[in-house]
């Protein structure tokens, strides 16, 4: 798998950093109900602390984490293409992966596709999520993954296209065909939205992972799962990087 030379991620690796008990009680809960219900994908070790380094610097420069959250990061790097659940600690200023799955940006090469945009990206009532109808298109394709599958709405967002002209476009995070799409996650592949697997798209949904605004609405509670388990310390933000846009600060 190139840099992916795969090493499982343990329990150790991922709470290496110190973080307070009630926190650490959490995140062993959900790590655990990730692993049961996603399974996951493990990571080369330089890559996973790079992949701490760079977006735990992106987090506290944009100064929007206001307290402790779990949230959803995606690297759009064309030759690596994961996404995780990732949860910020604001006492430690840190970054914890808690545990990642194969994703697809987009693909500027093709015609009609775009470059996924990097940034901090809210999920909030003001751009209502939705939920897949599972109809097939031309291609026998269910663009959006089965029915009734979660699709987060980020709003428009600014991208570039060709000789980096700029293009708006809405960006999604979404399922794929089950079986025309998942399996090529993993590549760039979309027309510029965040495809994810249907176990995470459920995960994120059931958990409520990022509802942190969804459950204090009373308009937007309709778009919820009726039968939910929330977790404590949701948050509402998707972090893009390009990890290949990153260089190492010096010692």
Known sequence: ???????????????????????????????????REVGGIGVDAIYREKLILQS??????SQRFDS?????????NHSVQRAFLAFYDSAEGKVILVGGERTSTGNPARRG??????????????NMSYRALGTKNSKGWRGLGAKGARVWDLGWQR??????????????VHSTDPEFGEPRLGTIDSKGCIRITAQFNRFLDYHGILDKEYETSAKAKYVLLAKRDPLPLAGKFIVVIDSGEFQRPAE
Do not use: C, W, Y
Not at 68 to 76: A, G, I, K, N, W
Not at 113 to 126: L, R, S
């Open 1 to 35: 798998m190139g840099l992916f030379e795969v090493l499982v991620l343990t329990a150790a690796a991922f709470f290496a950093t110190p973080v307070h008990a009630s926190q650490a009680d959490v995140l062993r809960d959900v790590q655990a109900a990730f692993e």
């Open 56 to 61: 735990g610097r992106v987090v506290r420069q």
């Open 68 to 76: 402790s959250q779990f949230f959803l990061l995606v690297d759009r």
């Open 113 to 126: 596709f775009f470059e996924t945009p990097t940034g901090i990206f809210e999920n909030k009532p003001a």
């Open 159 to 172: 991208t570039a296209k060709g000789r980096n002209e700029p293009m708006d476009i809405r960006l999604l």
